[in-house]
């Protein structure tokens, strides 16, 4: 059964502050990995990684993804109190039917002025 | 630990059939959402209801219809299975006041042909 496990559940940082969340996984024909940032009704996608060792940025955030280990990371840097979220990693893999989603448990982030 | 559950993981229909995909959470939550994914599109909503017999439209409502008949189960009904339908269909349920804690069901893989 695929698996996709977040950590840590959740985290307190103040503004400024650099944060590192993790996420693990164990599927068979893994296809991508995605970040979704989620703070209202739908998740707000922010990354799809495909290859290993390529950092993806966007403004203060960026992720890795390593292919061997089988986990990703996302950073964020000077983090601001609009960076409060759950913040969600899922797993693409593949089977005979198509390509299958698995989310982790989620991040829960607070930011304090 | 919650638990959401997705009457079936796999399903291929016909153009033109009706179809239903069950999804059930077990924590009492009030809210219930019905998602799908497609590659490079990210989560998109489809509807959502935070009560029984209450149901809102999401960004995508058009050729799909929903039901909450009990707390714990929300319905997506396709009337008319079009072809642009095959997707990725993804439950998920949270507390009241809570919608950006969304706990997420296996997905159901709809493949229509």
């Known amino acids: 059964e695929d698996k996709v496990v977040q950590s840590p559940l959740s985290l307190v940082v103040h503004e400024g502050d650099t944060v590192t969340l993790n996420c693990s996984y164990e599927v068979t024909n893994f296809r991508s990995l995605l970040w979704y940032k989620q703070e209202k009704k739908a998740p707000t996608f922010l990354f799809m990684l495909t290859s290993s060792g390529i950092e993806k940025k966007s403004g203060r955030l960026s992720s890795i993804l390593d292919k061997k280990e089988l986990f990703s990371i996302l950073n964020i840097t000077a983090t601001q109190t609009g960076d409060s979220a759950i913040y969600l990693c899922a797993v693409e893999a593949v089977d005979n039917a198509g390509n299958m989603l698995t989310f982790g448990g989620g991040t829960r982030l607070m930011v304090k002025p | 630990d919650v638990k959401v559950t997705q009457s079936s993981r796999y399903l291929v229909k016909r153009t033109g059939e009706k179809v239903f995909l069950e999804c059930v959470q077990d924590?009492?939550?009030?809210?219930m959402f019905w998602y799908r994914q497609d590659p490079g599109l990210g989560l998109r909503l489809i509807y959502f209801?935070?009560?029984?017999?209450?149901?809102e439209k999401g960004d995508i409502p058009e050729g799909y219809s929903v039901s909450r008949e009990k707390k714990e189960r929300f319905s997506l009904i396709l009337e008319s299975a079009s072809t642009n339908q095959t997707s990725m269909y993804l439950c998920?349920?949270?507390?009241?006041?809570?919608?950006?804690?969304?706990?997420f069901g296996p997905g159901t893989r709809l493949t229509v042909t």
């Open positions: 998920a349920s949270s507390w009241a006041g809570q919608a950006y804690e969304q706990y």
């Open positions: 924590m009492d939550h009030e809210n």
């Open positions: 209801s935070y009560d029984v017999k209450m149901k």
